[in-house]
């Protein structure tokens, strides 16, 4: 006979406000995975190009407001229902409430398109950071994936990728690059954390 053990998936959420590119390589590469699923979509926005995103790969999705993201346990609730173990935020614009990030301690990853603490905090995201590295003549940007704490791009960082810039760039090349890396290492590093961090 023996124990009966029967190991369910990692089950994630991914949280995104936009377009969702980075959410598509990850819902991609976790397709086939033996044992992280991407559960549930999650959006602010009822018109996100994430939430097609996630009908064609026939991911359940969530949106929320305002209300029941930060005035009630709603989410929570909900993510639990879910069973959900990880959120990974993917171009999401809202901070985390202090409740979500007390109920996954160590268990939300944002990504970010600077080398953090360079060019993060609140305002800081899309074409704004990529501007700022611009008109500072930086030489050197990427990307971190860092853990979520109650403010904005402050987090424990668990990864960084650079890239070489030249004065020629502009504002939308250098973003083009750093998407560029975050589409190709998002994946792995989530894989890699949630896999390290899930061993009993
Ligand atoms: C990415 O640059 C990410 O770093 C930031 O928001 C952007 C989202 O892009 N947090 P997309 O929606 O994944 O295309």
Same mark, same amino acid.
């Given at each position: 006979m023996g124990g009966d053990i029967t190991l369910r998936p990692i089950r994630l959420a991914i949280f995104a406000s936009g377009g969702g590119s980075n959410a598509e =390589?990850?819902?991609q590469y976790f397709a086939i995975h033996a044992s992280i699923k991407i559960s549930l979509v $999650?959006? %602010?926005k009822s018109d996100a190009g994430v939430l097609k995103i996630a009908e064609e790969h026939l991911i359940k999705s969530l949106i929320? %407001? =305002?209300n029941s993201f930060w005035g009630s346990n709603e989410v929570i609730d909900y993510l639990r229902d879910e069973k959900i173990d990880y959120i990974i935020l993917a171009?999401?614009?809202?901070?985390v409430p202090k409740q979500i990030v007390e109920a996954f301690p160590n268990k939300i990853l944002n990504i970010h398109p600077s080398l953090l603490p360079k060019y993060g905090g609140k305002g800081m995201y899309g074409h704004f950071v990529?501007?700022?590295v611009k008109v500072n003549n930086e030489t050197v940007s990427g990307m971190t994936i860092h853990l979520v704490n109650e403010k904005f791009d402050d987090g424990d960082i668990i990864f960084q990728a650079k890239c070489s810039l030249n004065e020629e760039m502009s504002a939308s090349e250098i973003a083009f690059? $750093?998407?560029e890396l975050e589409h190709k290492y998002y994946p792995i590093v989530i894989e890699k954390y949630v896999l390290k961090h899930n061993v009993a």
């Open positions: =390589k990850i819902i $999650v959006s %602010n929320i %407001n =305002k171009g999401f614009l809202w901070l990529h501007d700022a690059r $750093v998407l």
